[in-house]
């Protein structure tokens, strides 16, 4: 099974680029769909929502939300959970302007647990316009969380970038704490470096694939990674195992998540087998 677990739609806008979106998720078995940071979060949610139950065999929707400001009570988790029918959350920390550890957050993290639900942490190119704040996006402000809520599934997104080394260190400390392993296919340095590194930190086990979509899609991010070992080809840099590279894109995310997912139609064919290149470990 392979799971885009990083997908963006823009439900803040009239028009948003549906037709964009279900093309580049066609060649994955499911997708979690993260809505864009907006002011007027419940009219982002429903659509969100809608999109989702509109694509159900193949889609996984998770709210929007900005703990510092949305009133969360048993009533906002009601609409979001079992109206809207969305499986997790998202926080874009930068984006909203609030430390991840806010005594209102905090709260928030407490019922997300009680509620089995993961929580992801967004970072990367929606966060760095010149309005947000890249202190709050730093990974290593999370260790708190998942120490104090060590029951609660939380998904650094895009590896943190650009604070890399801070996500590692992380995932090496904590279990419950996952990071979606979302490249540039162009940034050729970085994706060897980030890979090489969770390889090294022993953590390769608790990333999961995501496209970042709009960013990049499925079918480049998957053939970027499975020929990994030939991105500096001809050189004495270390390399990964395929097969390690290949548990992240086809291990089943949603159950590693504690994510519903019985709705989803999933198909028996995996990634083919291919020769990248002799300078690979097996």
């Not at 997908?7 to 037709?19: A, C, K, V, Y």
């Not at 890399?164 to 995932?171: E, G, I, N």
Request: hydrophobic residues 35%; charged residues 20%; glycine residues 8%.
């Amino acid at each position: 099974m392979i799971v885009d677990c990083h997908t963006h739609i823009d439900f803040s806008i009239d028009e948003p680029d549906i037709e964009g979106h279900l093309s580049a998720v066609d060649m994955v078995d499911a997708c979690v769909v993260l809505p864009c940071p907006g002011q007027n979060r419940n009219l982002i949610n429903q659509r969100t929502s809608q999109y989702v139950s509109d694509h159900k065999k193949r889609m996984i929707g998770f709210a929007v939300v900005d703990p510092t400001h949305d009133n969360i009570d048993k009533a906002f988790f009601k609409e979001l959970t079992e109206d809207f029918k969305l499986h997790g959350f998202v926080l874009y920390c930068s984006a909203y302007g609030f430390h991840p550890t806010h005594s209102s957050a905090m709260r928030f993290y407490a019922s997300v647990q009680d509620l089995g639900l993961p929580l992801f942490f967004h970072s990367g190119d929606l966060d760095t316009g010149t309005n947000s704040n890249l202190a709050y996006a730093q990974p290593y402000l999370l260790d708190e969380v998942a120490r104090t809520f060590p029951g609660l599934k939380i998904i650094i997104g895009s590896m943190g970038v650009p604070f890399v080394a801070q996500t590692l260190a992380v995932l090496a400390r904590h279990k419950n704490v996952y990071a979606d392993l979302t490249i540039l296919p162009r940034n050729v340095w970085q994706t060897y470096n980030m890979v090489v590194g969770a390889h090294e930190q022993g953590v390769m086990g608790q990333l999961v694939f995501g496209s970042g979509y709009p960013s990049s899609n499925a079918k480049d991010c998957l053939e970027t990674l499975l020929g990994f070992n030939t991105l500096l080809g001809g050189t004495n840099l270390p390399t990964v195992p395929r097969g390690s590279i290949r548990n992240v894109i086809e291990r089943n995310s949603l159950e590693l998540l504690s994510v519903e997912h019985s709705h989803i139609e999933t198909s028996e064919e995996l990634l083919p087998e291919e020769d990248t290149g002799e300078n690979q470990e097996t």
